[in-house]
T-cell receptor, first 114, second 112 residues
Framework: EAGVAQSPRYKIIEKRQSVAFWCNPISGHATLYWYQQILGQGPKLLIQ????????DSQLPKDRFSAERLKGVDSTLKIQPAKLEDSAVYLC????????????FGEGSRLTVL | DAKTTQPPSMDCAEGRAANLPCNHS???????VYWYRQIHSQGPQYIIHGLKNNETNEMASLIITEDRKSSTLILPHATLRDTAVYYCIVSSGGTSYGKLTFGQGTILTVHP
C-alpha cells in the first residue's frame, strides 16, 4: 500500500514570497490533515478535511495560509506572503472515514524562510 | 481533549525493555490514549491505542491504569532503531474524526 506522498521535500524562499505544498493521501482515506511542526516542538494541527469539506481550521492563520482539497483526494497548502516564523516542516496525514485516531503521515515538506 | 504529561527524555539499553510513562489525569470516559513516535526527519508513526484495557500489537504493549489517569508504553526489546520522540496523546478519536493534539513528547535514546 502506497503511503502519503508530499512534495516538495524542501523549499527555501525569502520572506513575503509565496509557496505551495502538495499532498496525496492514501487511496480511500476520507480524512486529511495538515500539521505544522516547528523545530523542537510537536506537530500542531492547521486544518482538517473530511472528504472535500473543512472540519476544523480554527488554528489556520487565514490571513496568509489557505488550503483546499479538490474532489476529496489531493490537497494543497499555500502560504502567501511567507514570514520568517513560518519556517517549519509541514506534515500531511490521512485517515479512514470515522478514524479511530490511527493517522498515516507523510515525510513532510521542510520550509525555510529567509 | 485532555492534556498529557511525559518526561522530556529517557535512556534505555539495547535489548532491554523501554517503559515510557504518561500522565493524563483529566481524561474523560470517551477519550482514547494514543501513542505515536517520530524518528528523526520522518513523519510521526502510529504505534498503538487503547481505551480501558491493556493492548498489545507487534510493535508494543500499552498498559492503562484502572482509573485511566496514567499509562505506560512498553517496547519489549528496544533496538537502536527505536530511538525517537514518543508522543502520548489523548483524544476522543472517531467522534472528532481522529483529531490529534501533540505535546512535546519523550525523547527515547537507545544505547548499544
Amino acid at each position: 500500500e502506497a503511503g502519503v506522498a508530499q512534495s516538495p521535500r524542501y523549499k527555501i524562499i525569502e520572506k513575503r514570497q509565496s509557496v505551495a505544498f502538495w499532498c496525496n493521501p492514501i487511496s480511500g482515506h476520507a480524512t486529511l490533515y495538515w500539521y505544522q511542526q516547528i523545530l523542537g516542538q510537536g506537530p500542531k494541527l492547521l486544518i482538517q478535511f473530511q472528504n472535500n469539506g473543512v472540519v476544523d481550521d480554527s488554528q489556520l492563520p487565514k490571513d496568509r495560509f489557505s488550503a483546499e482539497r479538490l474532489k476529496g483526494v489531493d490537497s494543497t497548502l499555500k502560504i502567501q506572503p511567507a514570514k520568517l516564523e513560518d519556517s517549519a516542516v509541514y506534515l500531511c496525514a490521512s485517515g479512514k472515514r470515522q478514524s479511530t485516531g490511527e493517522l498515516f503521515f507523510g515525510e513532510g515538506s521542510r520550509l525555510t524562510v529567509l | 481533549d485532555a492534556k498529557t504529561t511525559q518526561p522530556p527524555s529517557m535512556d534505555c539499553a539495547e535489548g532491554r525493555a523501554a517503559n515510557l510513562p504518561c500522565n493524563h489525569s483529566t481524561i474523560s470516559g470517551n477519550e482514547y490514549v494514543y501513542w505515536y513516535r517520530q524518528i528523526h526527519s520522518q513523519g510521526p508513526q502510529y504505534i498503538i491505542h487503547g481505551l480501558k484495557n491493556n493492548e498489545t500489537n507487534e510493535m508494543a504493549s500499552l498498559i492503562i491504569t484502572e482509573d485511566r489517569k496514567s499509562s505506560t508504553l512498553i517496547l519489549p526489546h528496544a533496538t537502536l532503531r527505536d530511538t525517537a520522540v514518543y508522543y502520548c496523546i489523548v483524544s476522543s478519536g472517531g467522534t472528532s474524526y481522529g483529531k490529534l493534539t501533540f505535546g512535546q513528547g519523550t525523547i527515547l535514546t537507545v544505547h548499544p
